[in-house]
């Protein structure tokens, strides 16, 4: 089973405009709405790959109420903590030059009492053969230790958790050894302190340093430059595969999905691996956060190339 949390969930809203006018009148060309939010993302994807999976976090308001209809549509399993205020909207500007502005709310405030029913819910969950997926930044009122506190609570009851956050949330969390971690490279080179990685290499070994640690696997997605898989001892680079390119917000999130599916399936090591590559690079030929569809994922697996790095 898998269990998805989204901290901060979100009705994504994609815009395309010709370009980007800064402090003038934008007419949008094109709009489109997804339910959103980096776990419900991950939970759209082992969907679509034909998998049970439950939906948790915190929604609220009528964007809150869409995103649930939204989930029950697809046959996902939703179970989020109710919030007084009103789930946010992230809107993904595009332009016609390939550049995409980002503009994330900050979502509303959680409270104590609130933080606590989740907590309850995920342990409630937690136990053998279950995978929770913790991903994406915390809402106001969370502590940056929430994502160290949920694995420590999920671990004692015999649960694993796939990671993917950053800033101090990561720091924190990547302490009680999480299963599998799923840090962008530019996560990753702020968790290490350094500005970015000039190589596949120095971003396996940066990687390296946690799974010496005690984390399981680590995989850093690398954009358009592909990923690198770290896994008893390989350290491997696959370039993404080349696909046409539509919206490349949310690939982060499909490869997490694609990972946990093939986590939770005791897929072997290049399995998991194809399945990763083909899956993120589905999602980046799909409008707005949309997962690929399974056939499009089969149809790339085969074009994922690896190559061991030394
Ligand atoms: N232009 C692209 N073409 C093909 N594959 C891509 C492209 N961009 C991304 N990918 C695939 O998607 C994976 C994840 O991308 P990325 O590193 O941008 O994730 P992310 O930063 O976590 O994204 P997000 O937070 O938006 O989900 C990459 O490792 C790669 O396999
Ligand atoms: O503000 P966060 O939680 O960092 O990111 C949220 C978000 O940008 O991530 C997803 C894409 O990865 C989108 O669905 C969503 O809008």
Same mark, same amino acid.
């Given at each position: 089973?898998?269990?998805?949390?989204?901290?901060?969930?979100?009705?994504?809203? %994609?815009?395309?405009?010709?370009?980007?006018?800064?402090?003038?009148?934008?007419?949008?060309?094109?709009?489109?709405?997804?339910?959103?939010?980096?776990?419900?993302?991950?939970?759209?994807?082992?969907?679509?790959?034909?998998?049970?999976?439950?939906?948790?976090? =915190?929604?609220?308001?009528?964007?809150?109420?869409?995103?649930?209809?939204?989930?029950?549509?697809?046959?996902?399993?939703?179970? =989020?903590?109710?919030?007084?205020?009103?789930?946010?909207?992230?809107?993904?500007?595009?332009?016609?030059?390939?550049?995409?502005?980002?503009?994330?709310?900050?979502?509303?405030?959680?409270?104590?009492?609130?933080?606590?029913?989740?907590?309850?819910?995920?342990?409630?969950?937690?136990?053998?053969?279950?995978?929770?997926?913790?991903?994406?930044?915390?809402?106001?009122?969370?502590?940056?230790?929430?994502?160290?506190?949920?694995?420590?609570?999920?671990?004692?009851?015999?649960?694993?958790?796939?990671?993917?956050?950053?800033?101090?949330? =990561?720091?924190?969390?990547?302490?009680?050894?999480?299963?599998?971690?799923?840090?962008?490279?530019?996560?990753?080179?702020?968790?290490?302190?350094?500005?970015?990685?000039?190589?596949?290499?120095?971003?396996?070994?940066?990687?390296?340093?946690?799974?010496?640690?005690?984390?399981?696997?680590?995989?850093?997605?690398?954009?358009?430059?592909?990923?690198?898989?770290?896994?008893?001892?390989?350290?491997? =680079?696959?370039?993404?595969?080349?696909?046409?390119?539509?919206?490349?917000?949310?690939?982060?999130?499909?490869?997490?999905?694609?990972?946990?599916?093939?986590?939770?399936?005791?897929?072997?090591?290049?399995?998991?691996?194809?399945?990763?590559?083909?899956?993120?690079?589905?999602?980046?030929? %799909?409008?707005?956060?949309?997962?690929?569809?399974?056939?499009?994922?089969?149809?790339?697996?085969?074009?994922?190339?690896?190559?061991?790095?030394?």
């Amino acid at each position: 089973m898998i269990i998805t949390v989204t901290m901060n969930p979100a009705a994504d809203k %994609t815009v395309e405009i010709e370009s980007l006018k800064r402090g003038g009148l934008n007419r949008i060309r094109k709009a489109e709405w997804d339910a959103g939010g980096k776990g419900i993302n991950v939970s759209k994807t082992i969907s679509e790959l034909g998998m049970e999976t439950t939906a948790t976090g =915190f929604l609220g308001g009528n964007t809150g109420r869409e995103i649930e209809k939204y989930l029950r549509e697809k046959g996902i399993r939703s179970d =989020f903590v109710a919030v007084d205020g009103e789930t946010r909207t992230n809107t993904k500007v595009f332009e016609d030059n390939g550049m995409v502005t980002e503009l994330n709310e900050p979502g509303p405030y959680i409270t104590a009492a609130q933080e606590e029913e989740l907590l309850k819910k995920l342990e409630g969950y937690a136990g053998e053969g279950v995978l929770f997926v913790l991903s994406g930044s915390l809402p106001m009122g969370i502590n940056t230790d929430i994502y160290a506190r949920i694995i420590e609570m999920v671990h004692k009851k015999g649960a694993e958790v796939l990671l993917d956050a950053d800033g101090e949330a =990561f720091r924190k969390a990547v302490q009680y050894r999480p299963e599998i971690i799923k840090p962008n490279k530019e996560e990753l080179a702020q968790y290490a302190g350094v500005p970015e990685f000039s190589s596949a290499i120095e971003t396996a070994k940066a990687a390296e340093a946690l799974t010496d640690a005690g984390v399981g696997m680590a995989v850093v997605s690398m954009g358009a430059e592909g990923a690198v898989f770290l896994e008893k001892g390989n350290r491997i =680079f696959c370039p993404a595969i080349p696909v046409k390119a539509c919206s490349t917000v949310g690939a982060g999130d499909a490869m997490a999905g694609a990972l946990a599916y093939a986590w939770e399936n005791g897929m072997g090591m290049e399995d998991k691996i194809r399945l990763c590559m083909a899956v993120s690079a589905g999602a980046v030929t %799909t409008q707005g956060t949309k997962p690929p569809s399974k056939e499009l994922a089969e149809a790339l697996k085969s074009r994922a190339v690896f190559t061991f790095l030394g």
